[in-house]
């Protein structure tokens, strides 16, 4: 009992006191809980990538997951270990607020995250799932780069460099 309730009041100090921000399409902090997402973004990628568009390196091992995971099942890896990964990887969830924006003029909205098997009632709003993949208007590639790194190299939530006298070493 003495454990569940001291576990209880950790988690409670986590969500009080933790935040994780979203802007727009960003699909890294959606990449392990929110698998749907991650495929709708492949699904948006795929008229980029059939025009012959190079994808970052980072951005490619991403979209290579399902490849590889299919390429190690055809290897002789059990499929019981990917099933175990993907069962792991689906249970993910952010603990906390979490901050989106869904574009640079939009006010933020504090999303929860209650898991990828939670059954939402009708009257819940702002759900981390409630927030559908927008597609891309332009380039695919530099809209996603865009989404992930706004908030760390501005004009998002970062400071401008050259006001602050930093430099990059």
């Not at 997402?37 to 795929?46: E, N, P």
């Not at 332009?138 to 430099?167: Q, R």
Request: aromatic letters at 12%; glycine letters at 8%; one cysteine or more.
């Amino acid at each position: 009992e003495d454990e569940d309730a001291e576990a209880t009041k950790f988690i409670k100090d986590v969500v009080d006191n933790s935040c994780v921000i979203i802007f727009a399409n960003d699909v890294v902090p959606r990449a392990y809980g929110y698998l749907s997402f991650v495929q709708d973004v492949i699904d948006g990628a795929l008229p980029s990538l059939a025009q012959g568009k190079k994808l970052p390196q980072a951005i490619g091992w991403v979209f290579g997951l399902e490849e590889k995971i299919e390429d190690a099942v055809e290897s002789g890896i059990q499929i019981e270990k990917v099933q175990d990964l993907i069962n792991v990887a689906s249970q993910y969830r952010h603990f906390g607020h979490i901050i989106y924006y869904k574009d640079e003029s939009s006010e933020p909205r504090i999303l929860e995250d209650k898991g990828a098997f939670y059954e939402k009632d009708p009257s819940e709003k702002n759900l981390l799932r409630d927030v559908k993949f927008g597609g891309y208007e332009t380039s695919f590639v530099e809209e996603l780069l865009n989404d992930h790194m706004f908030i760390v190299d501005g004009p998002g939530l970062a400071y401008d460099y050259d006001e602050v006298g930093y430099e990059a070493k």
